[in-house]
C-alpha cells in the first residue's frame, strides 16, 4: 500500500514492518475474510466454523503469548469490561438453561472473541499505519464480495437456475426474471447487512485503496447493485448508511448542504419504505390501510410481526436469564397462520407441530435468549462502545479521513436499522466493525480531530505504542 495513503505523520515509515506481528497478521486476515462465509469448515447444527473464526482464534492466541511475554501490555477499559460482562450473563443463561449443551459452550466461546474485538483492535491497530492495513484489507474483502456477487448476477443472466443452484432463494418473495444474491453468504439478509457496514467504508474510504476515480465510482456501483439484488430489507438500511455517509464526507461547503439534507432524506425514505414493506401484508379491498389498485396494505399483520410477538412471548416466559445463549426463540403455532400470512405462504406452516426460527429482531434476540440480565448488559456495552464513535471526519488520517463518520454510518444502518428486521448482535461483521471505529478514536491525533480539536491540542499526550 502507497504511503501516500496514510496520515502524513507516518508517511516516511510507512512498510511491511507492521506484518511481523503474528497477531495483528491473522487479524487482517480475519476482515478480509469476513464475507467468505461459504464453503464452511464445519457444521456445528445450526451454526457453522468459517476461516474468519480460525483466525480470530489465531489473533487471539497470538496477542496472549505476547502479552505473556510482556510485549504487549494489557490495557483493561470500559470496553473490556462491559463486554466480559455481557458473556459472562450470556454463560449464565446457558447454564440455567436445561437444553443448555456442550455446542452451546462452544458457539458462546466463539461469539465472546467477537464480542470483545472491539477491545482487542484497540491494542493492536495503535498507531495509523496499522489501522491503515486494516482498512485496506476490509476493503479487500468487500471489492471481493462484491465480484462473486456481480458474477452471481451475470450468471443468473445467463441461466435463471443458477443461483438456486449455489443455494440463493427467494425464500417468501415471489420468484421473478430478477436475481436474489446470498453468495457469498450464506442467505440474503447477512450479505445485505455485510453490505450495510462496508459500503460506506468504501465509498469514504475507497481512496486509500482505489486511486482512479473511476475505479472508485465502478466499485460503488457494484456494491449498491449487489445491495439491491440481495432483495432484503437491509437495503434500507444500506441507503441510510450510504447516505449519511455521503452528507458526513463530502465536506463543509454551505453551497453543499442542500445536497447532503437531500441525500439524508433519500435513505430515510428508503428505510422507512423497506420498513413498512416488512412489517404488513396486501390484504383484499377493504380490509387494509393503504389502497394499492385493487387491494390495499396493512400494516402490522405480516410474518415478520409473528415472528416478534412469539419471540416476546418467549421473555415473558423466562424474563430473567432467558432460554439460553443459542436457543431459537420465535415459534409458529400450527393455527390461526391466516391472520400472519398471505394464503400463497401458508403452504410451509401447514405441517403438525412448530416452526422455531430466531427472532429477527435484535433486542428480542438478546432478551429471549439472555433475559433481561442479558439485554442490559447488552446495552451498556453498546453505550461504551458509542461513546467512542463520531460523525465527523479525522483529517489527520488523511486518506482515512472518513473512516470514524463511515464506521458510524454503517453501525447505524447494519444495528439500528436493520437489527429491527435480524438478530444483527449475531453477525461476525458487526463487532470488527466497532472495533475501526474505536481503534480511530484511540489513535491521539484521531481522537482530537473526532473531538473537533487541534492535533497539535494533542500533543501533549504520550506518544502511541
Request: aromatic letters at 8%; glycine letters at 12%; proline letters at 7%.
Given at each position: 500500500?502507497?504511503?501516500?495513503?496514510?496520515?502524513?505523520?507516518?508517511?516516511?515509515?510507512?512498510?511491511?514492518?507492521?506484518?511481523?506481528?503474528?497477531?495483528?497478521?491473522?487479524?487482517?486476515?480475519?476482515?478480509?475474510?469476513l464475507p467468505l462465509a461459504r464453503p464452511s469448515l464445519l457444521s456445528l447444527g445450526a451454526s457453522s466454523l468459517q476461516v474468519t473464526d480460525v483466525l480470530l482464534g489465531s489473533a487471539w492466541v497470538a496477542w496472549a503469548?505476547?502479552?505473556?511475554?510482556?510485549?504487549?501490555?494489557?490495557?483493561?477499559?470500559?470496553?473490556?469490561?462491559?463486554?466480559?460482562?455481557?458473556?459472562?450473563?450470556?454463560?449464565?443463561?446457558?447454564?440455567?438453561?436445561?437444553?443448555?449443551?456442550?455446542?452451546?459452550?462452544?458457539?458462546?466461546?466463539?461469539?465472546?472473541?467477537?464480542?470483545?474485538?472491539?477491545?482487542?483492535?484497540?491494542?493492536?491497530?495503535?498507531?495509523?499505519?496499522?489501522?491503515?492495513?486494516?482498512?485496506?484489507?476490509?476493503?479487500?474483502?468487500?471489492?471481493?464480495?462484491?465480484?462473486?456477487?456481480?458474477?452471481?448476477?451475470l450468471s443468473f443472466a445467463i441461466d435463471p437456475d443458477a443461483l438456486t443452484s449455489l443455494g440463493c432463494v427467494y425464500g417468501r418473495l415471489p420468484a421473478g426474471p430478477y436475481p436474489r444474491v446470498c453468495i457469498p453468504?450464506?442467505?440474503?439478509?447477512?450479505?445485505?447487512?455485510?453490505?450495510?457496514?462496508?459500503g460506506p467504508l468504501l465509498l469514504a474510504c475507497g481512496g486509500f485503496l482505489l486511486h482512479r476515480r473511476w475505479a472508485r465510482r465502478a466499485a460503488v456501483s457494484g456494491t449498491v447493485l449487489a445491495a439491491v439484488s440481495?432483495?432484503?430489507?437491509?437495503?434500507?438500511?444500506?441507503?441510510?448508511?450510504?447516505?449519511?455517509?455521503?452528507?458526513?464526507?463530502?465536506?463543509?461547503?454551505?453551497?453543499?448542504?442542500?445536497?447532503?439534507?437531500?441525500?439524508?432524506?433519500?435513505?430515510?425514505?428508503?428505510?422507512?419504505?423497506?420498513?413498512?414493506?416488512?412489517?404488513?401484508?396486501?390484504?383484499?379491498?377493504?380490509?387494509?390501510?393503504?389502497?394499492?389498485?385493487?387491494?390495499?396494505?396493512?400494516?402490522?399483520?405480516?410474518?415478520?410481526?409473528?415472528?416478534?410477538?412469539?419471540?416476546?412471548?418467549?421473555?415473558?416466559?423466562?424474563?430473567?436469564?432467558?432460554?439460553?445463549?443459542?436457543?431459537?426463540?420465535?415459534?409458529?403455532?400450527?393455527?390461526?397462520?391466516?391472520?400472519?400470512?398471505?394464503?400463497?405462504?401458508?403452504?410451509?406452516?401447514?405441517?403438525?407441530?412448530?416452526?422455531?426460527?430466531?427472532?429477527?429482531?435484535?433486542?428480542?434476540?438478546?432478551?429471549?435468549?439472555?433475559?433481561?440480565?442479558?439485554?442490559?448488559?447488552?446495552?451498556?456495552?453498546?453505550?461504551?462502545?458509542?461513546?467512542?464513535?463520531?460523525?465527523?471526519?479525522?483529517?489527520?488520517?488523511?486518506?482515512?479521513?472518513?473512516?470514524?463518520?463511515?464506521?458510524?454510518?454503517?453501525?447505524?444502518?447494519?444495528?439500528?436499522?436493520?437489527?429491527?428486521?435480524?438478530?444483527?448482535?449475531?453477525?461476525?461483521?458487526?463487532?470488527?466493525?466497532?472495533?475501526?471505529?474505536?481503534?480511530?478514536?484511540?489513535?491521539?491525533?484521531?481522537?482530537?480531530?473526532?473531538?473537533?480539536?487541534?492535533?497539535?491540542?494533542?500533543?501533549?499526550?504520550?506518544?502511541?505504542?
Amino acid at each position: 500500500m502507497s504511503g501516500g495513503a496514510i496520515a502524513p505523520a507516518v508517511e516516511a515509515r510507512s512498510s511491511l514492518a507492521p506484518l511481523r506481528d503474528p497477531a495483528l497478521l491473522a487479524l487482517l486476515g480475519m476482515v478480509a475474510t469476513l464475507p467468505l462465509a461459504r464453503p464452511s469448515l464445519l457444521s456445528l447444527g445450526a451454526s457453522s466454523l468459517q476461516v474468519t473464526d480460525v483466525l480470530l482464534g489465531s489473533a487471539w492466541v497470538a496477542w496472549a503469548i505476547r502479552a505473556a511475554r510482556g510485549r504487549a501490555p494489557a490495557r483493561p477499559d470500559l470496553i473490556l469490561v462491559a463486554g466480559t460482562v455481557f458473556v459472562l450473563v450470556l454463560a449464565g443463561s446457558v447454564l440455567a438453561s436445561p437444553t443448555g449443551t456442550a455446542g452451546s459452550v462452544a458457539k458462546l466461546t466463539a461469539y465472546g472473541g467477537y464480542v470483545l474485538l472491539p477491545w482487542l483492535m484497540v491494542q493492536l491497530l495503535n498507531d495509523p499505519e496499522r489501522l491503515a492495513w486494516a482498512v485496506g484489507a476490509w476493503l479487500i474483502g468487500t471489492l471481493v464480495a462484491v465480484g462473486i456477487a456481480l458474477g452471481g448476477i451475470l450468471s443468473f443472466a445467463i441461466d435463471p437456475d443458477a443461483l438456486t443452484s449455489l443455494g440463493c432463494v427467494y425464500g417468501r418473495l415471489p420468484a421473478g426474471p430478477y436475481p436474489r444474491v446470498c453468495i457469498p453468504f450464506r442467505n440474503p439478509n447477512l450479505f445485505a447487512n455485510y453490505l450495510t457496514a462496508s459500503g460506506p467504508l468504501l465509498l469514504a474510504c475507497g481512496g486509500f485503496l482505489l486511486h482512479r476515480r473511476w475505479a472508485r465510482r465502478a466499485a460503488v456501483s457494484g456494491t449498491v447493485l449487489a445491495a439491491v439484488s440481495t432483495l432484503s430489507t437491509g437495503i434500507g438500511g444500506f441507503g441510510l448508511a450510504m447516505s449519511l455517509t455521503s452528507a458526513r464526507t463530502r465536506g463543509t461547503d454551505p453551497r453543499r448542504d442542500a445536497v447532503r439534507a437531500v441525500l439524508v432524506a433519500m435513505g430515510i425514505v428508503a428505510a422507512v419504505g423497506f420498513a413498512a414493506a416488512t412489517v404488513g401484508r396486501v390484504v383484499p379491498a377493504g380490509r387494509g390501510h393503504v389502497p394499492l389498485g385493487e387491494a390495499e396494505f396493512h400494516f402490522l399483520r405480516g410474518p415478520r410481526v409473528h415472528t416478534w410477538l412469539t419471540a416476546a412471548a418467549t421473555v415473558r416466559e423466562h424474563p430473567v436469564l432467558g432460554t439460553g445463549y443459542g436457543t431459537l426463540v420465535a415459534r409458529t403455532p400450527g393455527r390461526d397462520l391466516s391472520r400472519w400470512f398471505a394464503m400463497d405462504l401458508l403452504a410451509p406452516f401447514r405441517e403438525p407441530g412448530q416452526r422455531v426460527a430466531d427472532a429477527h429482531n435484535t433486542w428480542l434476540s438478546v432478551a429471549a435468549q439472555g433475559g433481561l440480565l442479558g439485554l442490559a448488559a447488552f446495552v451498556v456495552l453498546l453505550v461504551v462502545l458509542w461513546r467512542r464513535i463520531s460523525f465527523r471526519p479525522a483529517p489527520s488520517l488523511g486518506r482515512l479521513a472518513g473512516l470514524p463518520p463511515a464506521a458510524a454510518a454503517g453501525i447505524v444502518g447494519a444495528l439500528l436499522f436493520h437489527g429491527l428486521f435480524a438478530s444483527a448482535e449475531e453477525f461476525r461483521h458487526l463487532w470488527p466493525l466497532f472495533g475501526l471505529a474505536q481503534a480511530a478514536h484511540a489513535l491521539p491525533a484521531g481522537e482530537a480531530a473526532t473531538r473537533g480539536t487541534t492535533p497539535a491540542s494533542s500533543a501533549r499526550r504520550p506518544p502511541s505504542r
